[in-house]
């Protein structure tokens, strides 16, 4: 059964997209980011987690 209130999480671009795979930087782009160290907060869904787990490398993932 899904959580009612699922939480969030706070997740940070630390490295840039330039010279990645282009699914790569898609998977960014959908995760709301567009520069370098910009933040934001997502909630804690298994899509959002499948997209961050692509470009792990890419990120700094924090529960917020």
Known sequence: MAKKNPGKLRVTLVRSTNGTIRRHRDNVRGLGLRRMHQT??????PAIRGMI??????LRVEEA
């Open 53 to 58: 787990r692509k470009v792990d490398y890419l």
């Open 40 to 45: 934001v907060e997502l909630e804690d869904t």
